[in-house]
C-alpha cells in the first residue's frame, strides 16, 4: 500500500473509532494489534498486558488527536502504548508491593517498629507479606489506583492525575479505588489481618 493510500485507510479508521464504531476498533486490532503488541513485548516484557490495553482506551478516548499528517495510527498508537508503560513503571518505581506495609498502618495497637522484640518483629513480617499479597491479588487497574495511593503524600492519588495519565476518566479512578478498597478489606479479613470491626 503505498503512503496515501495508507493516510487515507488511517484517517478513515480513525474517524470511525471516533464515531464510535467497533467494528472500527476490531479492524485496528486485527492490522496494527500485533505489531503494538509485539514491540510491547519486547520493551516490557513483564507489564505488556496491562499497557496495551490501557493503550486501547487511549486509543479511544483521545482518537480526536491523532493526525495521519504527522504520521501512522499504528505509529501513534505504539507511542500511546509505550507512554501507557512508561506509567505504569513509574506508579511501581514509586511504590514497590514489596513497601507496601510501611504505608499501611495493619494495627494501631502493635509495638512501634523501634520496640519490636522478635516475636513482634516476626508477626509484623507475616502480616506485612499478608497485605502485599492481598494487594498483588487485586485486578491490574484496581491494584495500580491502589500502589498510586500509597505513592502520594497524602495517601490519596488525585483521581483527575492518573486519569490523565491513564487515558481514563475521573470515574473510572473512583469506582476502581472503591473496588479495591473493598476487596482488600473482604481478603485481610479473611486472612486474619483485620478484623471485621477495622477498616483497612
Keep these: 500500500m503505498d503512503e496515501d493510500a495508507q493516510t487515507q485507510t488511517d ?14 476498533i476490531r479492524a485496528f486490532i486485527a492490522q496494527h494489534g500485533p505489531k503494538v503488541q509485539g514491540f510491547l513485548q519486547r520493551r516490557y516484557p513483564t507489564i505488556w498486558e496491562d499497557a496495551w490495553q490501557e493503550a486501547l482506551i487511549r486509543l479511544v478516548n483521545r482518537i480526536n488527536r491523532f493526525d495521519p499528517g504527522k504520521g501512522s495510527l499504528r505509529v ?7 507512554n501507557c508503560a512508561r506509567s505504569i513503571l513509574r506508579a511501581e518505581r514509586k511504590h514497590p508491593c514489596a513497601e507496601a506495609h510501611e504505608d499501611i498502618e495493619i494495627d494501631k495497637r502493635r509495638p512501634s517498629r523501634e520496640t519490636l522484640t522478635p516475636k513482634h518483629r516476626k508477626e509484623a513480617e507475616r502480616r506485612a507479606q499478608q497485605v502485599r499479597d492481598a494487594i498483588d491479588a487485586l485486578p491490574s487497574k484496581e491494584r495500580r489506583v491502589i500502589l498510586a495511593d500509597l505513592a502520594h503524600s497524602d495517601g490519596k492519588a488525585p ?7 491513564w ?13 479495591a478498597k473493598r ?3 473482604e481478603d485481610l479479613v479473611r486472612r486474619g489481618v483485620y478484623r471485621e470491626d477495622t477498616r483497612p
Design 76 to 82: 501513534w498508537v505504539t507511542k500511546l502504548a509505550q
Design 183 to 185: 476487596k482488600l478489606r
Design 11 to 24: 484517517y478513515d479508521l480513525a474517524l470511525n473509532i471516533a464515531c464510535g464504531d467497533e467494528e472500527a
Design 167 to 179: 487515558g481514563t476518566n475521573d470515574n473510572a479512578i473512583h469506582q476502581a479505588r472503591a473496588r
Design 159 to 165: 483521581a483527575g492525575e492518573l486519569a490523565e495519565a
